[in-house]
């Protein structure tokens, strides 16, 4: 079944990411797994599975932490995307990766990438109150037939890509980058490619007008810009100045595809100063 994430949403559709979660958890947290024993202290250490066989078998790993190397075949959002073993094409196949919030999915599509997470297979109704995105009913339920790997931690395997590592003080943001913040809405609105998604931001914009949860920033020269607040609720009004301040991420394929998006990014903004 072909999987669809609605545009005017991007965010409940789907830095990254990346890290999911706090690296170590306490005591306290971990309950126990399927097979009865605790969850922390048997899957806590990551074990290093083949992406095919992981996919294939999925129950096999259920309350594990497993490391994986593949692609990100589909960016679906700021908190879904898939990665799937290496191959010439990719038939909207894959593992179901999901970055949790405040964390974000900097991640660009056919990028090699490393995930480390737990194996959990989802209850609709439990990850709907676990996970606010996953409430846009447009989601597709059959992005959770299957088991989902809920990431802790997702890496770059190249160095030709930015780093992906996370920390829990840096919910959107990169380490291992001195890279200055584009401050040029013009750059952005420029844009043809992904290349600058991981970058950071921060830059004024004229808000054009909202759309779903988020909105448009105009630049003097009639160029747009597409911004997601990271909270929920922040409001904006056309002809409004704001302050932004977020990262860039890649957007959906099939927002581009539907002729819903202009650009192959948009600004994942986690802080909005409206003027």
Same mark, same amino acid.
């Given at each position: 079944? =072909?999987?669809?994430?609605?545009?005017?949403?991007?965010?409940? !559709?789907? /830095?990254?990411?990346? !890290?999911?979660?706090?690296?170590?958890?306490? !005591?306290?947290?971990?309950?126990?797994?399927?097979?009865?024993?605790?969850?922390?202290?048997?899957?806590?250490?990551?074990?290093?599975?083949?992406?095919?066989?992981?996919? =294939?078998?999925?129950?096999?790993?259920?309350?594990? &932490?497993? /490391?994986?190397?593949?692609?990100?075949?589909?960016?679906?959002?700021?908190?879904?995307?898939?990665?799937?073993?290496?191959?010439?094409?990719?038939?909207?196949? #894959?593992?179901? +990766?999901?970055?949790?919030?405040?964390?974000? &999915?900097?991640?660009?599509?056919?990028?090699?990438?490393? +995930?480390?997470?737990?194996?959990?297979?989802?209850?609709?109704?439990?990850?709907?109150?676990?996970?606010?995105?996953?409430?846009?009913?447009?989601?597709?339920?059959?992005?959770?037939?299957?088991?989902?790997?809920?990431?802790?931690?997702?890496?770059?395997?190249?160095?030709?890509?930015?780093?992906?590592?996370?920390?829990?003080?840096?919910?959107?943001?990169?380490? #291992?980058?001195? /890279?200055?913040? +584009?401050?040029?809405?013009?750059?952005?609105?420029? /844009?043809?490619?992904?290349?600058?998604?991981?970058?950071?931001?921060? %830059? &004024?914009?004229?808000?054009?007008?909202?759309?779903?949860?988020?909105?448009? +920033?105009?630049?003097?020269?009639?160029?747009?810009?597409?911004? %997601?607040?990271?909270?929920?609720?922040?409001?904006?009004?056309?002809?409004? &100045?704001? !302050?932004?301040?977020?990262?860039?991420?890649?957007?959906?394929?099939?927002?581009?595809?539907?002729?819903?998006?202009?650009?192959?990014?948009?600004?994942?903004?986690?802080?909005?100063?409206?003027?």
């Amino acid at each position: 079944m =072909r999987r669809t994430v609605s545009m005017t949403s991007i965010s409940l !559709a789907v /830095a990254i990411l990346a !890290a999911a979660a706090p690296a170590s958890r306490s !005591a306290a947290q971990r309950k126990p797994g399927a097979n009865g024993q605790a969850a922390g202290a048997a899957s806590d250490q990551p074990v290093k599975a083949d992406l095919n066989d992981l996919e =294939r078998h999925p129950e096999k790993y259920i309350g594990k &932490t497993v /490391a994986v190397e593949g692609e990100a075949t589909e960016i679906l959002g700021p908190h879904l995307f898939t990665v799937d073993a290496p191959k010439w094409f990719h038939l909207w196949g #894959g593992m179901l +990766v999901v970055v949790p919030e405040p964390f974000a &999915t900097i991640v660009r599509r056919d990028a090699p990438v490393r +995930v480390t997470g737990t194996v959990e297979k989802v209850v609709l109704a439990e990850a709907k109150r676990k996970w606010s995105f996953i409430n846009d009913p447009k989601i597709q339920v059959d992005l959770f037939e299957k088991p989902v790997l809920v990431a802790k931690e997702v890496t770059t395997v190249a160095p030709s890509i930015v780093s992906l590592r996370i920390g829990p003080d840096q919910p959107t943001g990169t380490s #291992g980058s001195n /890279a200055a913040p +584009v401050k040029d809405l013009n750059q952005l609105a420029s /844009a043809t490619d992904t290349s600058l998604v991981g970058s950071k931001v921060e %830059l &004024t914009g004229t808000v054009a007008r909202t759309e779903g949860d988020g909105f448009w +920033v105009r630049t003097p020269s009639g160029g747009e810009v597409f911004v %997601l607040p990271a909270k929920k609720g922040t409001t904006v009004r056309g002809g409004q &100045t704001a !302050a932004i301040h977020g990262t860039v991420l890649e957007t959906p394929r099939q927002n581009r595809e539907a002729g819903k998006a202009k650009h192959p990014i948009y600004i994942y903004a986690d802080r909005i100063e409206p003027k």
